[in-house]
């Protein structure tokens, strides 16, 4: 496995890491968190939408033509293979697949991992 791979399975892992993690306040009421639970077992993470700045963008997001679209987002991981994806203002964007094509608007993010991916600004 090439160090490109090893580190983008790095970062997908640590994105679900952070997107599964609760925390313990002391505080009686429950906070609402993007990890959802069936019968006390975390559930699937959130993906395809931007919780609280960040979001994921799965395969299981992209409509049948391989597609997603979604606007402002600080944070943006793309974990998908071969999707066109178009997206409103990023700060930062990171890529755990392949042959993804995005789109943004606004200044050109930050990127981490780029792999053999294609990023190009919106045409104004």
Do not use: Q, W
Not at 15 to 38: E, H, N, Q, R
């Amino acid at each position: 496995m090439n160090s490109k791979r090893i580190a983008a399975a790095i970062v997908g892992v640590a994105t679900i890491t952070t997107l599964l993690a609760g925390c313990a306040t002391g505080d009686a009421k429950p906070t609402p968190s993007a990890t959802a639970t069936v019968d006390g077992h975390a559930a699937e993470p959130v993906t395809g939408t931007c919780v609280d700045g960040v979001a994921v963008i799965a395969d299981r997001d992209l409509d049948a033509k391989g597609r997603f679209s979604m606007g402002d987002c600080d944070t943006v991981y793309v974990n998908a293979n071969g999707a066109t994806i178009t997206l409103g203002a990023v700060e930062t964007i990171g890529f755990d697949g392949t042959s993804n094509r995005v789109t943004y608007t606004g200044d050109k993010p930050k990127v981490t991992l780029l792999g053999e991916n294609t990023l190009t600004p919106a045409k104004k």
